[in-house]
């Protein structure tokens, strides 16, 4: 077997999932070289080399590539902070050796108003209407809340809220959700017109999918449908999150979503990929995953709710382990620009988080649950791990914001640990991954229990049913 050496820059259990598929390789022996956020348990065990780097820093990050730039292949990255600030620029000038992600210039995820005038340069169609509200063009809050409000107004006050700079998924706010007068609405908006500009976009009503794709730069190839669940607390309450699970059906499109929205969806990414291409010179700059999508199944077609240029976490974990084709060879044909196809197989999954007690505002919502006791101690994967032995492949455990002291691991302050189940269907690959979940012990951490539940997939499937009844 061939000898591969890949530096991944490790965030949490995303880049866990990637370390897992890559170590995972029938055609490569990989040796991997990890700089992590934190001592994560799987990377120091797996680790040829591993090295703690809690900013991520990329200066820091690439010392690490130039010391080990013999033994190394390429550099893969999955967080949205290095890659914004340029890693991939930095490292492949200073080093040469090839990255995987987008470069610094065309990093989509930085600005919202970007990506919305992008959009209307290529798709406008699929743009919810929208204004942007720079502080620099009003001189006081009283002139921007006349200015919002006189928008609220064309909108019918049915508005979603949302910071120009990334904000880790829980920067926005909507109309019905987060706030449920005017008063509320402008607060939220003033928690970021203070710091940088503020999209208020009307808010669309249907059912949301999130899609990727691998990228060479010159080709997009678009993976499987997946859903993910943000809010914090089982049926949907309690604050937006990262993303507290996601799911995926054995088919390529979600089960309320039918094979002509699927074409659709090709089509607008295909679309919207293609338009940016043309104005960029460089067609290696959009390598890795430009467009993670987030779109909107409104019965009257597609809207996109917003792009990021990373796998989205955590929807990948959804998907890296279905893959049929050698994940090593897929990141040699992004690298080389040969990558045409990536082959599936047709299992469904579901992924739960586990989460700290203050995540989400658990500890106070639910004080009475919580055991106290547990708080701070250490997290026990062990009996997680060992149901490997009832189902093979069927489950992966993922540690994620978690890191080793003195032997013992200890959940740190966001998602801790994600549990992946496979199967032929949705309930069973559910069922897989709450088993494991319940598994894990120590530390007070909590999960929804309802992700990929057969009522929210119900409830989605009736109400894409009435949306296309309206047209």
């Known amino acids: 077997m061939e000898r591969i050496g890949v530096l991944l820059v490790s965030y949490g259990a995303r880049e866990v999932a990637m370390a897992d598929a890559l170590l995972k ?15 994560n348990p799987f990377n120091a065990k797996y680790a040829t080399k591993h090295t703690v ?14 010391a080990n730039k013999d033994n190394l292949d390429f550099v893969l990255v999955g967080s949205e902070s290095p890659i914004i600030k340029g890693i991939r620029d930095l490292i492949e000038t200073e080093t040469g050796i090839p990255v995987i992600c ?57 508005a979603v809220v949302k910071p120009d700079k990334p904000a880790l998924g829980k920067g926005v706010g909507v109309w019905g959700d987060h706030f449920a007068n ?28 999130s899609c990727m794709g691998f ?27 990262g993303g507290m699970g996601s799911y995926k059906d054995t088919k390529d499109y979600l089960p309320f979503l039918t094979a002509t929205d699927r074409k659709a969806e090709l089509a607008l990414a295909q679309k919207i ?19 993670y999508l987030a779109f909107m199944h409104t019965g009257k077609g597609i809207k996109i709710l ?63 649950k919580l055991d106290k006791a547990a708080v701070g101690t250490p997290v026990d994967l062990t009996k997680a791990e060992a149901l490997s032995k009832k189902y093979g492949d069927k489950i992966r455990i993922y540690p994620g914001s978690m890191e080793v002291r003195g032997g013992k691991n200890y959940a740190l302050k966001s998602r801790a640990v994600g549990i992946l189940g496979i199967g032929e269907s949705i309930e069973e690959a559910r069922q897989i991954s709450q088993e494991g979940a319940k598994a894990i012990t120590g530390g007070a951490l909590w999960n929804r229990t309802d992700v990929a539940a057969k009522k929210h997939i119900t409830k989605s499937a009736t109400n894409m049913e009435k949306l296309r009844c309206k047209t």
């Open 215 to 241: 990228c060479d730069g010159k080709h997009f190839i678009l993976l499987p449908d997946t859903r993910d669940y943000k809010r914090a607390f089982d049926d949907d309450r309690g604050p937006n999150t």
């Open 273 to 291: 990929f293609e338009g940016w291409k043309k104005k960029i010179p460089d067609d290696t700059a959009l390598r890795g995953v430009p467009l």
């Open 25 to 39: 390789s029938p055609n490569h022996k990989v040796e991997l070289y990890i700089a992590d956020k934190q001592c």
């Open 102 to 158: 987008p470069k610094k210039a065309y990093a989509i995820e930085e600005s919202k108003v970007t990506q919305r005038i992008l959009f209307e340069e290529i798709a406008p169609e699929a743009n919810p209407r929208f204004k942007v509200f720079d502080p620099a063009e009003y001189k006081t809050k009283a002139d921007a809340k006349v200015a919002v409000y006189k928008w609220l107004d064309e909108l019918d006050n049915q």
């Open 182 to 209: 005017r008063e509320q609405l402008f607060e939220h908006f003033l928690s970021s017109f203070e710091a940088s500009s503020v999209i208020i976009e009307e808010k669309v009503p249907g059912e949301e999918s």
């Open 306 to 368: 917003e792009i990021n240029s990373r796998p989205g976490d955590p929807e990948i974990m959804n998907l890296l382990p279905i893959i049929k084709d050698d994940f090593v060879d897929i990141c040699l044909r992004m690298v080389d620009g040969t990558l045409k196809d990536v082959a599936m197989e047709k299992s469904a999954t579901v992924l739960t988080y586990k989460v700290p007690p203050d995540y989400g505002g658990y500890s106070e919502v639910y004080a009475d």
């Open 53 to 66: 780097i809690p900013s991520l820093n990329i200066a820091e990050v690439c010392k690490f590539a130039m």
